[in-house]
């Protein structure tokens, strides 16, 4: 009933710049916060960056100064603006949505950093 629409992954030389984009639609009535996860190969998922419903926001030190997370609360969409990316940062990003009882993700979308 509640989608995750993910869009803006792809390949990047480091550097660059990317802005992955996550609209949640469908019967929602409560978003506590919504945010972005990483996983890169072998590794455990990892909190990237979270907004609340009020506005605090929460960051990984590995991204602090060059990921920006933001949200549209009209078009309930969250965005991630990452820039000076790095290789380290190649990972499927998913979008979650903290709706309380439930979490719900997107299907991920690949951030794939070149040296």
């Known amino acids: 009933q509640v989608q995750l629409v993910e869009s803006g992954g792809g390949l990047v030389q480091a550097g660059g710049s990317l802005r992955l984009s996550c609209a949640a639609s469908g019967s929602i009535f409560v978003i506590n916060s919504m945010g972005w996860y990483r996983q890169a190969p072998g590794k455990q998922r990892e909190l990237v960056a979270a907004?609340?419903?009020?506005?605090?926001?929460n960051y990984a030190d590995s991204v602090k100064g060059r990921f920006t997370i933001s949200r549209d609360n009209a078009k309930n969409t969250v965005y991630l603006q990452m820039n000076s990316l790095k290789p380290e940062d190649t990972a499927v990003y998913y979008c979650n949505l903290d709706g309380g009882i439930y979490d719900y993700w997107g299907q991920g979308t690949q951030v794939t950093v070149s040296s």
């Open positions: 907004i609340t419903s009020g506005g605090s926001t």
